[in-house]
Structures are given as structure tokens and as C-alpha cells.
């Protein structure tokens, strides 16, 4: 018997395109069809990553203590993002550490 290939909306493999960028993250709301445990909490942890990156990014606009501000935010969204990921390929629900976990589980709900 031959090994098939996974398929497009298998959890794990949905849950990792979630943290492949913003574009992923929409490819994997289309394929978490129908909703998957799984993928939906993935999918709430890296929105709330993605706006992380994004408020970090609005921050440096104030000159020098936002530049610093801006790159810790960078720094603590990249290994947020690098947790995120590993939680997925390792098919486990890790929360990000510190009190943004669970925060974005409770304010992306409805996804």
C-alpha cells in the first residue's frame, strides 16, 4: 500500500500555516471548514501575534525609546511566534507565555 499524502485541511497542517504570515492565517480561517478545535485555538494564539508584530511596529514611530520599545516588542513577538509554531508542529495547545495566552483565547472566541 502506498503512503497518501496529507490532506489540505488536516489539523496540524492547517494549525501550522496559521503562523506561515497574515496571508496564512487567512488561508487557514478558509480551511477550517468545518471548525476544528484544534486550528481555531492556533489560529486565535497567532492573530494575537500578528498584532503584536503590528503594534510594535506603530510604537517605533516615536523616536528612540519607541525604536527600543519596537524591537523588544519585535524580539518578544518572534519567540512568542517561534512557541506558537513549535506548539503546533508538536500538535499541542500552548499558550504564550505571560498573560496574552489566554487573553487572546478569551478575546478571538468567536474564531
Same mark, same amino acid.
Given at each position: 500500500?502506498?503512503?497518501?499524502?496529507?490532506?489540505? =485541511?488536516?489539523?496540524?497542517?492547517?494549525?501550522?500555516? &496559521?503562523?506561515? &504570515?497574515?496571508?496564512?492565517?487567512?488561508?487557514?480561517?478558509?480551511? =477550517?471548514?468545518?471548525?476544528?478545535?484544534?486550528?481555531?485555538?492556533?489560529?486565535?494564539?497567532?492573530?494575537?501575534?500578528?498584532?503584536?508584530?503590528?503594534?510594535?511596529?506603530?510604537?517605533?514611530?516615536?523616536?528612540?525609546?519607541?525604536?527600543?520599545?519596537?524591537?523588544?516588542?519585535?524580539?518578544?513577538?518572534?519567540?512568542?511566534?517561534?512557541?506558537?509554531?513549535?506548539?503546533?508542529?508538536? #500538535?499541542? #495547545?500552548?499558550?504564550?507565555? &505571560?498573560?496574552?495566552?489566554?487573553?487572546?483565547?478569551?478575546?478571538?472566541?468567536?474564531?
Amino acid at each position: 500500500m502506498e503512503d497518501q499524502p496529507p490532506k489540505t =485541511n488536516d489539523p496540524k497542517i492547517v494549525a501550522i500555516i &496559521t503562523y506561515l &504570515t497574515l496571508v496564512g492565517l487567512v488561508i487557514a480561517f478558509v480551511l =477550517n471548514n468545518p471548525k476544528n478545535s484544534f486550528v481555531s485555538f492556533h489560529m486565535r494564539q497567532s492573530l494575537g501575534i500578528y498584532l503584536l508584530f503590528i503594534v510594535s511596529s506603530i510604537v517605533m514611530i516615536v523616536p528612540v525609546f519607541g525604536w527600543i520599545a519596537g524591537i523588544v516588542g519585535y524580539l518578544v513577538g518572534f519567540v512568542f511566534w517561534l512557541i506558537g509554531l513549535l506548539g503546533a508542529i508538536q #500538535e499541542e #495547545e500552548k499558550l504564550i507565555p &505571560t498573560d496574552l495566552g489566554p487573553r487572546f483565547q478569551e478575546w478571538f472566541q468567536g474564531i
